[in-house]
C-alpha cells in the first residue's frame, strides 16, 4: 500500500485516488500506480463515456464514478489530468465536496494560470493543492495510447507558491517518484517562460507549417514526397488540437515573446540568403547544430 506523509508527521494510507482525464498522461500515470501500488482503488472520470469505459476494460481504472460528489468521497488524491482550459471548472466541482485531508495536483503545461485558478476555486485555508506538469508525451492521445514507463527518467516539474503545504509537496512528489519520474522545483513563472521557449514554441512552428502546406493547392504532391526531416520537424503537429489551443492561450505572453525572438532570427536568415552570405550561414548553421547535439549528448540513455 501506498503510503502517503501529508499535513503533519504522520503517515497516512493512500487508498483511492480520483483522476479527472484518463487519456495520455493521466492513463499512463494510472497504469505505473497500478504496477507499482495494485491495492490503490483508481476512479476515472471524463467528458467521454466510451473512453471511461475502454479504460475500465482495458484496466488502467477500477471504475468509474456517476457523479463528482460520488467520486470525491474518501478520496485521498485527485489528479487533473485534463486540457488547462478544463481545470478551473473542475476545481470549481470540487471545492464543495473536498475533505480536509485531500491531495490535489494537476498535470497541465501551464503553471501561473493554474495556480491562480487554483486560489479563486479552493477554500482559503486549503494547503493541499500541488501544481505540477509531468514533461511526458506523444502525439498520439488517448487512453488507448496509455502506457508503463512514459514517465521514467522523464522531469516532472511542480510549481509550490506560499499555499503549498510542504507535505502535500512530498507525497506528490513520491507519487511522481514511484511512477520512475525525475522530480525538479521551480516557480510557476519560470516554469511558463521555458516552456514557452523549448516546448509550446515548437509546437506551434510545426502547426503553422504543415498548415501553411495543407493550405496550398498542390497540398497532394507537396505530402506525397515529404519524408524523413518533414516527419520528424511536424511530428508534434499531430498532438490534441484542443489541448494545444488552451496551452496557447493560457501562456499568451511568454509564447508572444517567443515568437517574436524566433521572427527576429527568421528575418537575420532570410537576409543572409538573400546576400547569399556563405559564411554567416555557416556560422549560423554550426552554431545551432553545435549546441543541438551538445544537448542530445546529455540526455540520458533509454
Do not use: C
Not at 488524491?77 to 481545470?87: F, K, N, R
Not at 550561414?281 to 544537448?295: G, I, K
Amino acid at each position: 500500500m501506498l503510503q502517503l506523509s501529508f499535513f503533519d508527521s504522520r503517515v497516512i494510507p493512500l487508498n483511492k485516488i480520483v483522476i479527472f482525464g484518463v487519456g495520455l498522461i493521466g492513463g499512463s500515470l494510472a497504469i505505473s500506480i497500478r504496477q507499482a501500488h495494485p491495492a490503490v482503488e483508481i476512479v476515472g472520470l471524463g467528458r467521454d463515456g466510451e473512453l471511461l469505459h475502454a479504460a475500465t476494460e482495458l484496466g488502467v481504472i477500477d471504475r468509474t464514478a456517476a457523479s463528482i460528489a460520488e467520486a470525491m468521497q474518501d478520496a485521498d488524491l485527485v489528479v487533473i489530468a485534463t486540457p488547462v482550459a478544463q481545470i478551473r471548472a473542475i476545481l470549481e466541482a470540487i471545492a464543495p465536496h473536498l475533505q480536509a485531508h485531500t491531495i490535489i495536483t494537476d498535470v497541465g503545461s501551464t503553471k501561473s494560470d493554474v495556480l491562480a485558478y487554483a486560489r479563486q476555486a479552493l477554500p482559503a485555508d486549503y494547503r493541499g493543492f500541488v501544481a505540477g506538469h509531468p514533461i511526458a508525451g506523444a502525439e498520439k492521445t488517448g487512453v488507448t495510447a496509455a502506457r508503463e514507463g512514459l514517465f521514467h527518467h522523464k522531469h516532472v516539474v511542480l510549481t509550490p507558491d506560499a499555499h503549498t503545504s510542504a507535505q502535500a509537496l512530498q507525497s506528490v512528489q513520491s507519487l511522481w517518484e514511484s511512477a520512475g519520474a525525475k522530480v525538479v522545483y521551480m516557480s510557476a513563472h519560470q516554469h511558463d517562460a521555458i516552456f514557452a521557449a523549448v516546448s509550446h514554441l515548437p509546437h506551434l512552428l510545426a502547426f503553422a507549417l504543415v498548415n501553411e502546406l495543407a493550405s496550398r493547392d498542390n497540398q497532394v504532391e507537396l505530402f506525397r514526397f515529404a519524408a524523413s526531416g518533414f516527419r520528424d520537424f511536424t511530428r508534434i503537429a499531430g498532438s490534441s488540437p484542443e489541448m494545444w489551443r488552451d496551452i496557447t492561450l493560457a501562456n499568451r505572453s511568454a509564447l508572444l515573446a517567443e515568437l517574436d525572438a524566433y521572427q527576429k532570427q527568421l528575418r537575420q536568415l532570410q537576409t543572409l540568403i538573400e546576400n547569399q552570405d556563405s559564411a554567416g550561414l555557416l556560422a549560423m548553421f554550426e552554431h545551432a547544430s553545435q549546441a543541438r547535439n551538445t544537448w542530445a549528448e546529455s540526455l540520458p540513455s533509454q
